[in-house]
């Protein structure tokens, strides 16, 4: 286990290596830079902009340029070109705002994708069958920022129930995090259905119920948790698909987070921050998938890492 765990964690490094490549070049292939855009409408001179981007490097050919980002993540030492903050004081201080705004689309999204896709398998070919998959194809099928304009004109403007915007309480949690939850129940609903039809067709489950198990005890204790690891996997890939998805979300209800302080970034071209956002998330995304691999043992006491 412990061989395992260190040779995942440092699988990790050539692929942040990769992304922060990447990210470095696409960035690079925006055009303009940061500097200009800030002081070109203020009417500064041609020298002052040449000096303020000699001054944080901008002049330096690319490579010098990505290794000064790369040793600057590895120290902490990189800021942003606009507020001068170090980017990882800024993700200290507003991934914790992401992550609640994940975390609770993810429990909306499993309350109620999994007992969508139990009953869905329990009753196949059933009227509830079709509805909770025809339910599911339009949660899949409705983009975010739709859907978010939708729940705000309904909720916030039509019904008054909740803000339409803003970031603190949970009042102004629940719709950014319906949002991003509906697409998300949709394919867990999905995917618990189909594995779930799969096990009640296994042997197993036929001994189960001829011992006499309540059909309770047959769907929860042995079906359900075998149906789970591709379910498990599932929810991994999701957590990272959230916390990059919360750009959208957090942008249309102007909730603090690192997704709208990207966009901010990516339009100011404020390259250190971006890269820096980019990176520390990537790296979020690939511990959660790490941590994903090892609760299969936990869940399947057969799986062997």
């Known amino acids: 286990m412990a061989r395992y765990i260190a040779a995942r964690l440092l699988s990790m490094i050539p692929v942040l290596f990769i992304v922060s490549l990447l990210v470095f070049l696409m960035i690079h292939l925006i055009p303009g830079d940061p500097v200009t855009t800030m002081l070109q409408r203020s009417g500064a001179s041609k020298e002052r902009i040449a000096s303020i981007q000699h001054e944080l490097g901008l002049d330096q050919p690319l490579p010098v340029q990505y290794w000064t980002f790369v040793k600057g993540m590895m120290t902490g030492d990189i800021h942003s070109i606009r507020t001068r903050q170090s980017v990882l004081e800024s993700f200290k201080e507003l991934f914790p705002k992401t992550l609640e705004l994940a ?55 039509k019904l008054n129930w909740v803000p339409a915007s803003g970031g603190e309480g949970l009042k102004r949690l629940i719709l950014p995090a319906l949002v991003l939850a509906v697409g998300q129940a949709a394919l867990i609903a999905r995917m618990v259905r189909s594995n779930m039809i799969e096990v009640l067709n296994d042997e197993y489950i036929k001994t189960a119920r001829a011992k006499g198990l309540s059909e309770r005890t047959v769907i929860l204790r042995h079906a359900l948790q075998n149906a789970l690891i591709p379910t498990i996997t599932i929810l991994g890939l999701l957590v990272g698909y959230l916390l990059s998805g919360a750009v959208i979300v957090e942008t249309i209800f102007a909730r ?50």
């Open 103 to 157: 975390a609770a689309a993810m429990l909306i999204s499993i309350l109620l994708g999994v007992p969508i896709g139990i009953i869905a398998a329990t009753r196949q070919n059933t009227f509830l069958d079709y509805f909770s998959m025809v339910l599911s194809f339009v949660g899949v099928s409705m983009p975010d920022f739709w859907l978010a304009l939708m729940l705000i004109y309904l909720f916030a403007v």
């Open 256 to 305: 603090p987070g690192i997704g709208r302080l990207m966009v901010d970034a990516i339009l100011a071209r404020d390259y250190p921050q971006v890269q820096g956002l980019v990176l520390l998330t990537s790296f979020i995304y690939l511990l959660v998938n790490a941590i994903t691999d090892i609760s299969y043992v936990w869940i399947d006491p057969r799986v062997r890492l």
